[in-house]
């Protein structure tokens, strides 16, 4: 039988990528399946970008993903959006198609999976309330008014972030979405039946830190979420659990986004619980 030593490759893109955990779910489950791929941590200054993108096609990546500081500024190097990456103006999976690179987004999918599969939640007919107008949070906004919520309210610290980003999204929607500035305690009243962290509040190593809400006057089944995933527990997430709310952490939507992102690479179906195990194992060790 002829040998074959060339293994497929895909890889993060970003500045920092050491601690960046997407790999190991990765090669979990290029193994569980027998996959003789590679996925690499390359560290890129944003002043190299064109350049690594250049070696992403000279190499023949089969795809790639993005993290800080290049989900935005990756745009021109690609050939093709998908439809939600162009409405939240931001890639974090590219997928090789022949010769052609198509960006795409996978965060908000992943948010959304989570919230179906974990927390067995359909976002359709839900009120929901969201803190943060950054990367993560356009990703999810415009993932939850494509899947038909009736009230998505957008709460930000800085009024020209999170105002500009309901224009954006309401525009290319037609969805309902609304703003307000966080100013104080963000009360979580009994309308809403969902609420989600997209800020990087609580984020290792500020892990003591904790979004200024008051939950007192929530619904009992108002699911929390938080996309912190480092810790998995957020005093949040932790504070919720203490009123016997339901939760979703972090964890979840960060599984998910590279769960559909390997489905998009290798178009085979994603071994979900090897996945989400190695990537536990890892944070928690
Ligand atoms: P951005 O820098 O784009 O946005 C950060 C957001 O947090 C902004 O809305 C910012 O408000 C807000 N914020 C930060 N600090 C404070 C504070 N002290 N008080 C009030 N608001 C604050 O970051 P990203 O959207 O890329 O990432 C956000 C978080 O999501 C990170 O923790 C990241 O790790 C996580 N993440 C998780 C993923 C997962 O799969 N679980 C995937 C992607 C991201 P302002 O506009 O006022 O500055």
Known sequence: MPRNYKAELVAVLGQPVAENPTGVMMEAAFQELGLNWRYLNLEVAPHQLADAMTGVRAFGLRGINLTIPHKVAVIPYLDAL????RVIGAVNTVRRQGEQLLGENTDGKGFLRGLRSDAGIDPKGKRVAMLGAGGAARAIAA?????????????????????????????????????????????????????????????????????????????????????????????????????????????????????????????HKAPEAVMKRALSAALLS
Do not use: H
């Open 82 to 85: 998908s439809p939600e990456a």
């Open 143 to 267: 993932e939850l008014l494509l899947a038909g919520v009736a009230d998505l309210l957008v709460v930000n610290r800085s009024l020209s972030r999170g105002q500009t980003m309901v224009d954006d999204l309401r525009q290319a929607t037609n969805g309902p979405i609304r703003f307000e500035l966080w100013q104080g305690a963000f009360r979580v009243l009994s309308e809403i039946d969902i609420l989600i962290n997209a800020t990087s509040i609580g984020l290792f190593p500020d892990a003591e830190a904790k979004p200024d809400v008051d939950l007192s006057q929530s619904r009992k089944d108002c699911l929390v979420c938080d996309v912190v995933f480092n810790p998995p527990v957020t005093r949040l997430l932790a504070e919720a659990k203490d009123r016997g709310m339901p939760t979703l952490d972090g964890l979840s939507m960060l599984v998910y986004q590279g769960v559909i992102g390997f489905e998009l690479w290798t178009g």
